[in-house]
T-cell receptor
């Protein structure tokens, strides 16, 4: 049973427009969420995070929104650039998650393509 | 430069052989993790270690083994018991013992191919 879901495997956006990547989760114990960016044949790199005590966190072109009641978060990239083309993983963490305290649970990723 | 290093980048193994993937970090992180990535899948946790000389199974530990004799090192052995070992393996480290509430730092990954 997938606890972190990224239902869109791919997204294509024109350069300069907004990219919106979505993520849903089912475990209400998750209280910390992160987005990672991954290029082919490389390790993921951290992009932005949000704690459950907030509903928005912004860092430059990247903003993450959290809707706890809907168990939904989204990553907005404005404006999108061709260099943003990558796979984006949503991840969630809980202070107490069985025996795996603090471990990250990843979604399957969304491949973003930004066209010039 | 601080970072996390995986080696080798590409690895080929004959069916039935064990192989060990290296992961070293100089970030002074307590926690280290091994993930596996398959096409169309998210990152799945194989093993993790939150402190030296201690490690725990993740979601897909069968056919794998690890050790954590030093804080800096967390090697992963893919044994012949792993039914489908061909994959991209990622090592990560993070701060803190109990809670990885900061970002994880990932290595560049090792692509393992069984031939």
């Amino acid at each position: 049973d997938q606890q972190v879901k990224q239902n869109s495997p791919s997204l294509s956006v024109q350069e300069g427009r907004i990219s919106i990547l979505n993520c849903d989760y089912t475990n209400s114990m998750f209280d910390y969420f992160l987005w990672y960016k991954k290029y082919p044949a490389e390790g993921p790199t951290f992009l932005i995070s949000i704690s459950s005590i907030k509903d928005k966190n912004e860092d430059g072109r990247f903003t993450v929104f959290l809707n706890k009641s809907a168990k939904h978060l989204s990553l907005h990239i404005v404006p999108s650039q061709p260099g943003d083309s990558a796979v984006y993983f949503c991840a969630a963490s809980a202070e107490n998650y069985g025996g795996s305290q603090g471990n990250l649970i990843f979604g399957k990723g969304t491949k973003l393509s930004v066209k010039p | 430069d601080g970072g996390i290093t995986q080696s080798p980048k590409y690895l080929f193994r004959k069916e039935g052989q064990n192989v060990t993937l290296s992961c070293e970090q100089n970030l002074n992180h307590d926690a280290m993790y091994w993930y596996r990535q398959d096409p169309g899948q998210g990152l799945r946790l194989i093993y993790y270690s939150q402190i030296v000389n201690d490690f725990q199974k993740g979601d897909i530990a069968e056919g794998y083994s690890v050790s954590r004799e030093k804080k800096e090192s967390f090697p992963l052995t893919v044994t012949s018991a792993q039914k489908n070992p061909t994959a991209f393996y990622l090592c990560a480290s993070g701060q803190g013992i109990v809670r990885m509430n900061t970002e994880a730092f990932f290595g560049q990954g090792t692509r393992l191919t069984v031939v």
